[in-house]
Nanobody, 126 residues
Framework: QVQVVESGGGLVQAGGSLRLSCTAS????????MGWFRQVPGKEREGVSC????????YYADSVKGRFTISRDNAKNTLYLQMNSLKPEDTAMYYC???????????????????WGQGTQVTVSS
């Protein structure tokens, strides 16, 4: 049974930093593309960043480019999202997802992913 579990969310002041983690079990982690998404109530889930199986290719939404960094440690079956210079508009529930395919032109789309975590809340105060 595949399990995807996010952690590391919390409350932070604007300008601060957080690092999210996501562990996946029940799958061969290094054969899955991974992505981070976020969602606020009443809005669609949006792609934040994605990374290829080996970590050699990454892609970011324009809204987080230069502030967020995605990475993965395949030996630990863990995905990370380092978030710096946080803004109040970054407040959302953040989700981790695993997908069979990687296409950097589509990897911020929810339909590219097969397994999802339950999310971790990030709140940025002004």
């Amino acid at each position: 049974q595949v399990q995807v579990v996010e952690s590391g969310g919390g409350l932070v002041q604007a300008g601060g930093s957080l690092r999210l983690s996501c562990t996946a079990s029940g799958l061969t982690f290094d054969r899955y593309a991974m992505g981070w998404f976020r969602q606020v109530p009443g809005k669609e889930r949006e792609g934040v960043s994605c990374i290829s199986w080996s970590g050699g290719s990454t892609y970011y939404a324009d809204s987080v480019k230069g502030r967020f960094t995605i990475s993965r440690d395949n030996a630990k079956n863990t995905l990370y999202l380092q978030m710096n210079s946080l803004k109040p508009e970054d407040t959302a529930m953040y989700y981790c997802a695993a997908g069979w395919y990687y296409n950097k032109y589509e990897c911020l789309k929810t339909y590219e992913y097969n397994y999802w975590g339950q999310g971790t809340q990030v709140t940025v105060s002004s």
